[in-house]
């Protein structure tokens, strides 16, 4: 009852000024930016209300990959993982109010608009629990610049009780700078950009939750991002150096079985091509090696 009062008294807080020139200046120049104390303690207990309610009302589904190799397609599901996108879920955003009213809110978009100097037209939202034993996410980027144009990925954590032992680091791989695990801490907004930054949900001991944020260019699936040869090369070079990794974080994020033997054996297949295609641009494998090292 506390939470629905303080609900009908404190509007939405403008999401813009918690951006300061200091987290634009680290988003462009790193790639990323930590934002504490964004959103304030009773929005962030309503939000993760909210993500309850999803829950007990089982408008949560599995997180999971749908792999084809060979003619047959395999559901690679992700240990603990469950979510849903709120604007293709009319149900969960009737059911989500303050989701919903975050989801539909502008100004975070029109602030990290003039952070990176370019258009932001549209966003999506998914509401994410993770219940903890393990719970965690692979080594990946966010979309695929070939069909999507997502820009900026922006994380919220809603875990007032996080502990270090907790575990469900955000690691962000911001190649070719070494690794940095960002705690999951209550209020606060990691961001990101979305196809250039290599990152993963490192294993959780205890109930997790996170709202995550992504702003496109255009409209969510509305195209491929604008090319540029050099993060292409980059991204290939990520994805090489950190294979060994990339392998684990497979293997530690989902159950065994034949849809995890699919995804390691296509990991591998890709590995070989990425290595053949980063040699013949010249780029000297062994040193990349020991970059991470």
């Keep these: ?6 609900s009908l008294r404190a509007p939405l807080p403008n999401l813009a000024s918690a951006i300061d020139a200091r987290a634009c200046e680290s988003l462009n120049r790193r790639s990323y930016a930590v934002v504490d104390s964004f959103l304030g303690e009773t929005w962030c207990h309503l939000l993760r209300d909210d993500i309850i309610t999803l829950a007990e009302r089982r408008l949560l589904g599995r997180n999971a990959t ?19 996108e709120l604007g293709a879920h009319e149900e969960a955003r009737d059911a989500a109010p303050h989701l919903t009213t975050l989801y539909n809110d502008r100004t975070l978009r029109d602030r990290l608009r003039e952070c990176v100097g370019g258009p932001l037209r549209s966003q999506s939202l998914k509401v994410q629990l993770n219940h903890g034993r393990g719970g965690c996410f692979p080594l990946h980027f966010d979309g695929d610049p070939s069909l999507d144009d997502r820009v900026i990925t922006a994380v919220l954590y809603l875990n007032p009780d996080w502990s270090d032992a907790d ?5 962000l791989v911001p190649f070719p700078e070494q690794p940095v695990d960002v705690a999951p801490l209550f209020d606060r907004l990691v961001l990101f950009a979305s196809h250039d930054t290599l990152h993963r949900a490192l294993p959780s001991q205890n109930v997790r939750f996170c709202v995550t944020l992504w702003f496109y ?13 050099t993060k292409a090369e980059r991204r290939l070079m990520a994805r090489y150096a950190y294979r060994e990794a990339w392998a684990r974080s497979i293997e530690e994020s989902h159950a065994p079985g034949e849809a995890l033997d699919a995804a390691l054996l296509d990991h591998a297949s890709d590995t070989l091509k990425i290595a053949e295609a980063l040699k013949a641009r010249g780029v000297d494998l062994a040193a990349l090696d020991a970059m991470i090292k």
């Design 1 to 6: 009852m506390r939470r629905l009062l303080s």
């Design 167 to 171: 575990g469900g680091h955000l690691q």
């Design 66 to 84: 749908h792999l084809v190799r060979r003619g047959t397609t395999s559901l690679l599901v992700k240990n603990n993982i469950f979510e849903t």
């Design 217 to 229: 260019r255009t409209e969510p699936g509305g195209g491929a991002a604008v090319a540029d040869e």
